[in-house]
């Protein structure tokens, strides 16, 4: 137990240790961060009006950050899958950098959805009643806090692992990782049945939802983990093995192919309907009764899916820049395809044909930009403590001191979170 | 934090004491900015004007259906007084229980609605709805006839004008569905189905998760974004528990049939103040209620069958010319 105590304490101290560079992230996203709680608190005092909700399009751009780190969260399994199913080797350490993405993301999430309530003093309830099995939402708590305790176990016990220099129980993680690949599959479909079940929204209900989700998760999810990668590769020693960035590739591949077979398998039965219940999605695509503001997010995000798609499936993705940039079209797409694109449309028009367009505000979008922050500070801490920890630098006899004199190592995913976001802000 | 600093600087033996006492300096110095920047971030917080809940007794209260008889005159009692203490007016909140053997249901007469919304003024009143931001449980949407799709009705039409020639008028509000979506999907069970039909929602124990918004096929849910606004003098003192008592911010609400009227015996506020008739209200399960013969008589239907929610609020016309203002086919519900 000291020993544990002992770790935590000299991760915690790793974490203040880093060049100029790192410094100046941290700060940044502490700041941002920091803007995010200053907004959230005049939220609070306010109420959601603040927001650019309303009885109309009530749930926005929380919401919609919400679905789309659910699906980040359950792709960061894309690695372990090669791993331990295909049992390759090379890439097992590349695993934990996943699975401390997911932990990232599940915070994210459930701060998204913390923001989102109009009386979160009132949390407790749902410990006093507790809607399950009906609820969807009831479903959605349990699916995605186990998640969260699997991922902080699985990696958790193997950095303990590493920094005890001893070789990790199998028994003691190896079954949680499968339980792992199949919990991330269902917090996807869970959150997609979220939305699914809903009779009265038609642009919702229908059963390619929950596929749609998680193809397009498992295109997103890898290509972030990509993006942390390379710079992991570049800013510190820690050498990333180039079979990696190949398999993740074919991943994302597959993945993203499937994605716009449903896509247009979605538009194509919609759009030759040409049923009443086509007017969210001909607002989504082409506007409604001149009323057109996600017409341009929409398909910026077809043509940056494309893009993307197109770049990966060339032999020059095997570029670094290139794939990179493909990795980021990807990221964004998605955001805008399952963020907004998704949640914001089921709205537009209203049940009783009301058309009130959304628009997020300021504050609104200072608490979403202070969540990711807030999150890639978590992710950039992990990581950071994380890879001296795995090549041996920091262990059970060694001293903080020795990560602080060796050359410095650190500032993991300088770019990549810049890039992440842009599209978040955007 | 410092002390670890300090061996640190032991393994270095000592040698670099002044440096020790500057990077000791640093870290102070950003430690208070960073304690000042957390301070500055959650000041919005010290305008906060309402507390949660008044006691951590309040706070860790059980739901209602769980609560004692006693337990509720004092919880009602401690309501009031907020509300004296807020608005400087006494009012009594009841919680009259459903009645044994009554199933409400509400009937429309599409005929005879001409779209004044008397109804929806009625309503705000006697449901002490927000006037700002403004609340309003029913929507009557103008729509232009030979079409039943809602998407090409109006919303917004100036009532000074009504009728208009080649429109009809359709009031929507919560249809009390028999299997109701909102209540399968809330959380917490804040909302549930009462044995007279009535969908309530308990004000306290909503969490404003807005997933029952989500959910409802008739938009017939509220949410409050801000603290509601109701001029003192306008408020309805005739409460009721589950119904019309000042709501706070953050919760949802929606239309419960007046159940503050309706279970003591009179009629929904929309009901009295209807100049043209056109709604009719009772209970299902009478066989004489003029409900009931509606049901029997005329050609009914109810507003997206389809979703399959069981309304329990019917819509109708009876005449074959729908011109409300016509005063020869006046006579005939």
Redesign the interface.
């Known amino acids: 137990m000291k020993q544990y105590l002992d770790f935590l304490?000299k991760c915690f101290?790793v974490s203040f240790v880093g060049d100029w560079r790192y410094h100046l992230w941290m700060f940044f996203l502490?700041?941002i961060a920091?803007?995010g709680?200053?907004a959230w608190?005049?939220q609070?005092?306010?109420?959601?009006?603040t927001?650019g909700?309303?009885?109309?399009v009530?749930?926005g751009l929380f919401i919609a950050n919400f679905t789309f780190l659910v699906g980040m969260a359950a792709a960061a399994v894309m690695l372990v899958i090669p791993v331990y199913i295909y049992k390759n080797r090379e890439l097992h350490d590349l695993v934990i950098f996943g699975e401390l993405f997911a932990v990232a993301a599940i915070i994210m999430c459930m701060l998204f959805?913390t923001v989102?309530?109009?009386?979160?003093?009132?949390?407790?309830?749902?410990m006093?009643?507790?809607?399950f099995p009906?609820?969807?939402?009831?479903w959605d708590?349990i699916v995605l806090n186990v998640y969260l305790l699997l991922n902080l176990h699985i990696c958790g016990y193997l950095i303990y692992c590493a920094y005890q220099r001893k070789m990790p129980a199998k028994w003691f993680y190896i079954p949680f990782v499968f339980v792992a690949i199949v919990w991330a599959i269902s917090i996807h479909t869970v959150t997609a049945f979220?939305?699914v079940?809903?009779?009265?929204?038609p642009f919702w209900n229908q059963a390619i939802i929950a596929p749609r989700f998680i193809a397009s998760a498992f295109a997103a999810g890898p290509a972030f983990i990509i993006l942390t990668l390379i710079v992991i590769d570049k800013v510190t020693s820690y050498d990333v093995p180039k079979k990696a960035f190949t398999t993740l590739r074919n991943l994302i591949l597959v993945a993203a192919t499937i994605n716009a077979f449903l896509l247009v398998s979605e538009l194509f039965t919609e759009f030759y309907t040409d049923s009443?219940h086509l007017?969210s999605t001909r607002y989504l695509w082409f506007g409604l009764h001149g009323k057109n503001a996600l017409v341009p997010w929409i398909w910026t995000a077809v043509s940056f899916n494309s893009i993307a798609l197109i770049i990966l499936y060339l032999p020059i993705s095997r570029i670094r820049g290139l794939l990179s940039i493909a990795c980021v079209l990807l990221i964004i797409g998605v955001w805008i395809e399952k963020g907004m694109g998704l949640i914001v449309p089921?709205?537009t028009?209203?049940?009783?044909?009301?058309?009130v367009e959304y628009f997020p505000t300021l504050n609104e979008t200072l608490i979403c930009l202070g969540i990711w922050a807030f999150g890639l500070l978590i992710y950039t801490i992990c990581v950071r403590v994380t890879i001296p920890v795995l090549s041996g630098r920091l262990t059970v006899d060694s001293?903080?001191?020795r990560v602080r004199t060796l050359p410095d190592e650190s500032n993991d995913s300088n770019e990549t979170e810049t890039e992440t976001r842009k599209e978040c802000s955007s | 934090m410092q002390l670890p600093i300090l061996n640190n600087a032991k393994a270095y033996k000592g040698a670099r004491k002044g440096a020790t006492r500057r990077s000791f300096l640093r870290k102070s110095v950003a430690f208070a900015g960073g304690v000042t920047a957390f301070a500055a971030a959650i000041s919005p917080l010290k305008d906060m004007k309402d507390a949660p809940a008044r006691s951590l007794e309040d706070w860790f209260r059980d739901h209602y259906k769980e609560l004692s008889q006693s337990e509720k005159d004092i919880l009602f009692a401690d309501l009031a007084k907020d509300v004296k203490d807020k608005y400087g007016i006494d009012v009594t909140i009841g919680d009259p229980r459903p009645i044994p053997g009554v199933e409400y249901g509400y009937a429309l007469n599409l005929s005879r609605c001409n779209g004044n919304r008397a109804c929806v003024h009625a309503c705000v009143k006697e449901n002490n709805q927000s006037r700002s931001p403004e609340i309003q449980y029913i929507r009557v949407v103008e729509m232009p006839s030979g079409t039943f799709d809602l998407e090409n009705g109006s919303h917004n039409y100036d009532e000074e004008s009504v009728p208009k020639d080649g429109h009809y008028y359709m009031p929507i509000q919560c249809h009390q569905c028999a299997d109701p979506p909102c209540v399968k999907v809330c959380p917490v069970e804040a909302t549930w189905q009462e044995e007279d039909g009535i969908t309530v929602i308990d004000y306290d124990w909503c969490i404003g998760c807005r997933y029952c918004q989500a959910a409802c096929p008739y938009w017939a849910r509220h949410f409050n974004f801000a603290e509601p606004y109701i001029p003192p003098e306008e408020l309805n003192p005739d409460m009721a528990y589950l119904s019309n008592r000042p709501r706070a911010r953050g919760v949802m609400e929606k239309c419960h049939f007046c159940l503050q009227r309706t279970r003591k015996g009179r009629l929904p506020a929309c009901l009295e103040a209807c100049p043209t008739g056109a709604r009719k209200f009772g209970n299902l399960l009478d066989p004489n209620s003029e409900v009931s013969q509606i049901l029997r008589t005329k050609r009914i239907f109810v507003l997206k069958e389809d979703v399959g929610t069981r309304p329990r609020f019917f819509y109708y016309f009876d005449e074959r010319t729908p011109r409300p203002r016509n005063k020869q086919n006046g006579g005939q519900a």
């Open positions: 304490w101290r502490t700041a920091l803007l709680l200053n608190c005049t609070l005092v306010n109420g959601l009006i927001t909700m309303t009885d109309q009530s749930w959805v989102d309530m109009g009386r979160p003093d009132r949390l407790h309830h749902m006093m009643r507790f809607n009906m609820s969807l939402l009831t708590v979220l939305l079940g809903l009779g009265g929204r009443s007017a089921a709205f028009p209203t049940p009783i044909g009301e058309l001293d903080v001191d």
